[in-house]
């Protein structure tokens, strides 16, 4: 059951029903009404019948609709259809009372009906805010239609009726009452619909059915009173039919929303009321007229007189209630305001349409120590800083000609009272509309702690610390500052890059103190040597910047000078100390990003540096290239090895006297898809810069350690060397790792061969031996690679626990100089080893001259194109095969 209702109430059908419900109440009056003039049936039949079908047709509609609104069940709308119900059983219970009670009752059905009429339309949504707002629409209404109600009675009916104190009688009594209640009741009625805040076109039409439906109740009952003939009667009872469907019709239909008002300006005081004071004088001149020309009053004239008087009185009580409940709420209102202005940090000023401050909050001599007889009466401008305030005033002048949606924000500096400036944010709204404000309001903050924080912040976030240069941020910043500056030429100017040769060593020998009084005179130098304009900023390490507006040959010359200045010797304490540097210039470009442009300097340094200290290097195209294929190579070298692009080629090693395979280098390629062959010497710098050396080298040993392994199951007797990078040897595990890696191809220590480069056992003295040392407690045998290009002291070659001296081919393959001997250095070299107790192999052999000249120095072993290129693993096993006799057969062989 409690589910059936729902279902039928909310029925698709529900829709064409109400419009046949609509549609038959007009049709039933027009036939009552019709066939009772006809004669067809008494009047009174055809009354009932119009009114009670017309009502109870109405009834379900609204009773139905307040059960299923979407917002849920609505009071007003079901009090609404309760009024049209009284009015059908008004109808029905008249005739069938005593005949002496027909009218009363009809008239007591009446009044129940405007009560319940009036009640709907009060709670129907948005017609009132709250149970006092009713109560002041209800008041309204009542005062307005007594007064009006009693201002005709004295100066229509009572004249209408003649001399003497007015109509008389229980008829007359009863007629009063009606027309009395229906005056209320419509003038409450009216005043509720012209006042609703939301849904006003529904609220309108509900207004005018009930306004409609009480009238016609009114007049029916009134019409009968005073036997008034059938067709009036009929059009007494069309409004109590068309009435109601007018109410429907309002309720059904959802109008344009307004928002709701402010309570003081919704809700009013009786002496803002003057709908309520016309009616109130009208009766106030009936009054006086009716003493004027009549001299007594009647019983209705009195009693209506009294009920004018109570009626206004309960107004007007009710509104010094409103008035002091709103005294009580802008009281603490304004306590609230007060409390919250006098605590806030803020300074609130107001400020009229001349700039004048009017008002300041108590917060201006708490923080800024401003007296109102500092600030009141003056130009608020006046207060500010002289360079601050026209900028300022503008901005506040524009605010009143045209103000905007969002507050006006301004910073500007303020003299406090004690005669220092302050920095102050101001945030002005304008109010002017406002009568209580009239003017600006001026929301003002001291900000000068957040200033100096945020200069504080910028120091450490734009400053180098330790030689008080901007540093890489703020070089980054100021070239996009001049790459986006405004104006029709763009900015030209160039990057230099500085590189210290020479600072590691300070470091090591004398400690990093010393070290950073080095870079604190660099940084000195550098900016005594160049012009104000110009930016020095210290990237990071020993690496400094300069920003010039110079073309790049220009910067050149600006580098070198640079040079001369840094090439000085350093006074430190037990001595002096000379630095080189590098230099690279890099010429900006429209195009390029302030990134992108410290790039192509930094790698113009590196090129420098690459080719000797002292030098300078510009960036170009080639460069560009460089960069681009560096970014490629060390984007993609991350899985190479997973991925089967990394390879091992073998270039044997031979013994000198008889040309006997006794061991191969393997030397690792990276098969680039796209790039084809990538050499060691360009991604193995990457691979250490990326972090992954180690696993590049793990494979290379693990590969080259699984072949040697292959090779001597089958017979070969040979070594495997490999090539191993100083980030590499220096890792604490590097040991260790080689011990497992020998363990898990059950490969002889001895077998295999670890070369490392002069340059890069140079870098780091100390930990190289250890490894070195490591390696040789293992078994290993390690080599010296490179042997003549670096600057290996012999103290450091006496240090090594080297087996091998690998010497490089500059040494081998230079050429004779007017006629002199070939590889004139072989012999030394060779000559070196023997007395440190190092097998010398020879590096780059091409010719069958160095070949012999190698014999004849007395060279152990040699590699090189005269043997055979890097091969593949299949084409090295060749090679062994075919020399494992050795050319001539009958000399000895050496043993590396």
């Known amino acids: 059951m409690s589910t059936a209702v729902p279902r039928v109430l909310r029925h698709s059908a529900w829709p064409t029903v109400a419009w046949v419900f609509v549609a038959v109440a007009p049709v039933v009056l027009v036939w009552s009404a019709a066939t009772s003039l006809a004669g067809a049936i008494p009047v009174r039949y055809g009354l009932v019948a119009a009114g009670v079908t017309g009502s109870l047709l109405s009834t379900v509609l609204l009773v139905r609709l307040a059960l299923v609104l979407p917002h849920g069940p609505c009071r007003g709308a079901g009090m609404l259809g309760m009024g049209a119900l009284c009015g059908a059983v008004g109808l029905l219970a008249a005739p069938a009372a005593p005949h002496g009670w027909r009218m009363r009752v009809l008239a007591a059905a009446f009044v129940v009906a405007a009560v319940l009429y009036l009640a709907g339309l009060l709670l129907l949504p948005g017609t009132a805010a709250d149970w006092r707002a009713r109560m002041r629409r209800v008041l309204d209404g009542l005062g307005i239609g007594v007064s009006l109600f009693f201002a005709a009675w004295l100066l229509v009916i009572v004249p209408l009726a003649g001399s003497g104190p007015g109509p008389a009688g229980p008829r007359a009594m009863l007629a009063v009452v009606v027309w009395l209640v229906a005056s209320a009741s419509a003038t409450s009625a009216m005043l509720v619909t012209v006042r609703a805040y939301r849904y006003r076109r529904s609220a309108l039409l509900c207004g005018a059915g009930v306004v409609l439906a009480l009238v016609g109740h ?120 007060r409390s919250i202005v006098s605590g806030s940090t803020d300074v609130t000023m107001l400020l009229d349409e001349s700039l004048v401050v009017r008002w300041q909050s108590p917060a201006a001599a708490r923080r800024l120590g401003l007296s109102d007889a500092d600030v009141l009466g003056r130009g608020f401008p006046a207060l500010f800083h002289p360079e601050d305030a026209p900028t300022l005033a503008e901005a506040l002048r524009g605010l009143l000609v045209d103000p905007p949606d969002e507050p006006v924000l301004v910073a500007a500096r303020i003299r406090d009272g004690f005669g220092n400036w302050r920095h102050t944010e101001s945030t002005a709204a304008d109010h002017r509309a406002e009568p209580a404000v009239g003017g600006l309001v001026v929301h ?138 590098s230099v690279g210039v890099a010429e900006y470009a429209p195009a390029a990003t302030p990134d992108e442009l410290l790039a192509g300097a930094d790698l113009a340094m590196r090129r420098a540096k690459a080719q000797g200290s002292n030098r300078i290097e510009r960036y170009d195209e080639k460069l560009e290239f460089q960069l681009l294929r560096r970014s490629l190579l060390a984007a993609e070298l991350p899985g190479a090895d997973r991925r089967g692009e990394l390879d091992l080629l073998y270039q044997p090693i031979v013994s000198v006297p008889d040309r006997r395979a006794v061991a191969a280098e393997a030397l690792i390629r990276w098969r680039h898809p ?191 194109y005269l043997f055979s290129r890097p091969v593949p693993a299949e084409h090295a096993e060749a090679f062994f095969d075919l020399y494992a006799d050795g050319v001539p057969p009958d000399q000895s062989t050496v043993d590396i």
């Open 444 to 581: 003002l903050r001291d900000v000068g702690e957040r200033r100096e924080m945020e200069r504080t912040l910028d120091r450490m976030t734009f400053t180098d610390p330790l030689t008080g240069l901007p540093n890489r941020r703020a070089l980054l910043r100021s070239l996009a500052e001049l790459r986006e500056r405004p104006g029709p030429d763009p900015w030209r100017g160039s990057v230099l890059v500085l590189d210290l040769d020479g600072l590691k060593a300070v470091n090591d020998a004398r400690g990093h103190e010393v070290g950073d009084a080095v870079l604190v005179e660099v940084a000195r130098r550098l900016r005594d040597s160049l012009a104000p304009d110009h930016l020095v900023a210290r990237l990071g390490g020993d690496e400094f910047a300069v920003l010039t507006a110079e073309s790049a040959a220009s910067a050149r010359a600006t580098a070198g000078r640079l040079l001369t200045a840094l090439a000085e010797p350093y006074l430190l304490d037990g001595g002096r100390t000379f630095l080189a540097a």
């Open 218 to 337: 009114a007049l029916l009952v009134v019409l009968l009173l005073v036997r008034a003939a059938p067709p009036v009667l009929f059009a007494a009872v069309g409004g109590m039919v068309l009435g109601p469907v007018l109410v429907w019709l309002g309720a059904a239909r959802s109008g344009v929303r307004t928002d709701p008002p402010h309570p003081a300006q919704e809700a009013g005081t009786f002496a803002g009321m003057p709908l309520l004071s016309v009616p109130v004088a009208l009766a106030i001149v009936g009054t006086v007229y009716h003493l004027a020309t009549v001299g007594s009053f009647g019983t209705y004239s009195a009693a209506l007189g009294v009920l004018v008087v109570l009626t206004v009185a309960a107004r007007e009580s009710f509104a010094v209630l409103d008035v002091r409940r709103y005294a009580t709420e802008l009281a603490s209102q304004e306590a609230r305001f």
């Open 674 to 864: 796209q790039l084809g062959t990538v050499l060691p010497d360009e991604f193995v710098p990457i691979a250490e810069e990326a972090g992954l050396i180690a696993a590049v080298g793990g494979w290379a040993l693990h590969q080259a350690c699984r072949r040697l392994a292959a090779w001597r199951a089958e017979g070969r007797d040979v070594r495997v060397a490999v090539n191993v990078s100083a980030a590499q040897l220096c890792q604490p595990d590097f040991v260790a790792e080689v011990a497992a890696v020998l363990d898990a191809h059950d490969v002889p220590a001895d077998t295999l061969i670890v070369e490392v480069g002069e340059e890069d056992v140079v870098a780091d003295v100390q930990k190289s031996v250890t490894a070195l040392a490591g390696l040789r407690a293992l078994g290993v045998r390690t080599a010296l690679d490179d042997f003549g290009t670096g600057h290996t002291s012999l103290t450091y070659l006496r240090r090594l626990p080297v087996d091998i001296l690998k010497a490089d081919r500059a040494l081998v393959a230079e050429p004779t100089a007017h006629g002199g001997p070939v590889a004139p250095l072989a012999d030394v070299v060779v000559r070196l080893g023997e007395r440190l107790g190092m097998t010398v192999v020879a590096e780059g052999v091409e010719t069958e001259e160095q070949l012999a000249a190698l014999v004849a120095a007395g060279c152990d072993a040699a590699q090189g």
